[in-house]
């Protein structure tokens, strides 16, 4: 029996003004509309797209939050050569791509998992701001897969 939609999203913990986000990560899937059109909820959460290089290493290619009824249709967006104008980035886009999620209907948490991650992934620009409730903020991540991508 295959992980239904209910089986990955966000949880947490509060402990006064520390938190604990437990991450469940989709499994990961090659990105094509169709596939994105079938799997993908309509709803908001968080997302990681990843590109596969010459050398079969998965890297990094977006990561961010959507809101509601956006996880399908941005994913969609984001990983269609067709809808991106950038050359290098749409070059990446015809080869491999995989994207997974985490459903999510807070935006305050979503700010959180995404300034966690982007503080984590680019520490010298994380460019996004946290929710500001915490004063400590400790993340756990698991997924149906074991994923290893190179920055």
Do not use: Q
């Amino acid at each position: 029996m295959g992980l239904s939609l209910d089986d990955y999203g966000i949880k947490y913990k509060e402990k006064g003004k520390e938190v604990h986000y437990f991450i469940r990560w989709s499994p990961l899937a090659k990105a094509d509309r169709w596939t994105i059109n079938a799997k993908v909820p309509a709803v908001a959460g968080i997302y990681e797209v990843y590109w596969m290089d010459d050398h079969e290493h998965l890297r990094m290619l977006s990561v961010g939050r959507t809101h509601y009824g956006g996880l399908r249709s941005e994913l969609r967006r984001l990983t269609d050569p067709e809808l991106n104008d950038d050359p290098e980035v749409r070059k990446k886009l015809e080869e491999d791509v995989w994207f997974r999620y985490a459903p999510c209907n807070s935006a305050s948490v979503m700010a959180d998992v995404l300034w966690f991650f982007m503080k984590t992934y680019f520490p010298e620009k994380p460019g996004v701001e946290h929710s500001g409730r915490y004063e400590k903020l400790f993340m756990t991540e698991s997924e149906p897969d074991k994923l290893i991508w190179v920055p």
